[in-house]
């Protein structure tokens, strides 16, 4: 299911399919038009929501019908990627807990370049800058900050189709209305209904089809934001405490007794037992405090 969420064949696949029969339909609204000689403003017995928005088929109606099968797609794109499963999967977590339980460093720096997990990424750039602890937790902060703004940018597209729904809406309606008035005009003010019908449905037609576009892209990426935020949160949550799991133990430094002239001084040995990741034994080195030069003897007394 991870790589079907991933799959970009699948994905482009899907949106032809939409596209061929969004145009199948088209094809036959324009049929059952053509069986009409007067059209649109010829009343007729098919008055649908359906025959009416197929009946005024220009510029808008196809950018509306081109972002809603992008909308659709990135809608179901959005909901198969923004899963647990996906961004947070059990059975890396615990390949990599099993990893570092085994102290397998090698082995975990390999799965975690590899793997495309949230988890994996987060922690792959601070294993790299072991063994200094502060320096992991910055470049894994880095890290999850670019992922979470990666995976907003990839449901951003929803907020913008969203949001450009009613303006094509508003430029359909717009040249409805022109439409409607320049029949007006050409009646001399003396139009009838028949004549100001077809612009008046082209201008409402325009406007149901930018609100049916814009309703479903905002809702879903106002629900994918919610989705995106809280795995996202988890994520870095879970490879916070992975990275606390793998970080080097460090000695604390101890009072040091007073020193007096030829005692032994003990050397700091660095990491504690090396256990932690990137930790190595060091030794206890002994060196000895400097003797005091002694007192220069004092000058004969010349008397």
């Known amino acids: 299911m991870r790589r ?8 482009i696949f899907l949106a032809v399919m939409l ?15 053509g069986n009409n000689p007067g059209g649109a403003n010829k009343p007729t017995g ?5 025959s009416v928005i197929m009946s005024n088929t220009d510029i808008v109606f196809f950018t509306i019908l081109g972002c809603s099968v992008l909308g659709l797609t990135l809608i179901i794109q959005g909901f198969l990627r923004s899963r647990q499963e996906v961004l947070i999967p059990s059975s890396s977590v615990e390949q990599i807990r099993d990893y570092i339980n085994r102290r397998q460093w090698k082995e975990l720096m390999d ?13 792959a750039p601070a294993l790299k800058r072991a063994p200094l602890y502060s320096n992991m937790k910055e470049a894994m902060e880095t890290a999850i900050g670019e992922q979470t703004a990666e995976q907003f940018r990839k449901i951003e597209y929803l907020n913008i189709i969203g949001n450009l729904g009613p303006l094509l809406g508003l430029l359909g309606t717009v040249l409805g209305m022109i439409e409607a008035f320049t029949a007006m005009n050409a009646a001399q003010g003396n139009a009838s209904p028949a004549q ?9 037609a325009h406007t149901f089809l930018g609100l049916m576009l814009a309703v479903p892209c905002l809702a879903a990426f106002g629900w994918l934001r919610t989705r995106v935020d809280r795995l996202t949160v988890r994520g870095a949550m879970v490879a916070e405490e992975l990275l606390l799991m793998v970080k080097p133990r460090e000695t604390q430094a101890a009072p040091q007794p007073a020193v007096r002239p030829g005692m032994a001084v003990p050397q700091p040995t660095g990491y504690g037992s090396g256990s932690g990741f990137g930790s190595s034994p060091a030794g206890s080195g002994i060196r ?3 003797m005091p030069a002694p007192a220069p003897a004092p000058a004969p007394n010349q008397y």
Do not use: E, H, W
Request: positive net charge; hydrophobic residues 45%; glycine residues 6%.
């Open 19 to 33: 596209c061929t029969a969004m145009f199948v339909a088209i094809g036959y609204a324009q049929d059952a038009a």
């Open 4 to 11: 079907y969420a991933t799959s970009k064949f699948r994905i």
């Open 288 to 290: 000895k405090a400097p």
């Open 111 to 123: 799965f975690t370049d590899s793997d495309p997990s949230f988890v994996s990424r987060s922690l």
């Open 46 to 50: 098919n008055t649908s929501l359906f």
């Open 196 to 204: 100001l019908a077809g612009g008046i449905s082209k201008a409402l």
